[in-house]
């Protein structure tokens, strides 16, 4: 998971099996169904992103119908190898800083 490429919500609205609208997908990461998107800018920036990796992986999962909850404990366990990778990262980071 070195190469993460992020993608806007436009681009996964044209993925191949989403059948999601803006609207749905919105109310999807309200209610824990989908990943929070990522702010490269930080939180103020208003360009939200999402890993390719973690929205393929939620699509899969539509399609082979996992329920709600079953969802949400996906989007539990991709937000939290995220949030782990990019610990790794700052930590090698502070490294070179050091």
């Known amino acids: 998971m070195n190469n993460v490429?992020?993608?806007?919500i436009s681009e996964i609205l044209v993925k191949p099996h989403c059948r999601r609208s803006k609207a749905m997908l919105h109310r999807d990461i309200k209610n824990k169904t989908f990943v929070s998107p990522v702010h490269p800018g930080g939180d103020e920036s208003h360009k939200?992103?999402?890993?390719?990796?973690?929205?393929?992986a939620?699509?899969?999962a539509r399609i082979a119908g996992y329920s709600?909850?079953?969802m949400k404990e996906l989007v539990i366990k991709?937000?939290?190898?995220?949030h782990e990778v990019l610990a790794g990262l700052?930590?090698?980071i502070?490294?070179?800083?050091a």
């Open 5 to 8: 490429k992020l993608i806007s």
């Open 48 to 56: 939200s992103y999402y890993p390719e990796h973690e929205v393929d």
């Open 58 to 60: 939620l699509l899969a």
């Open 68 to 70: 709600d909850k079953q």
């Open 78 to 82: 991709l937000e939290q190898q995220r």
């Open 90 to 92: 700052l930590s090698k």
């Open 94 to 97: 502070e490294k070179l800083v």
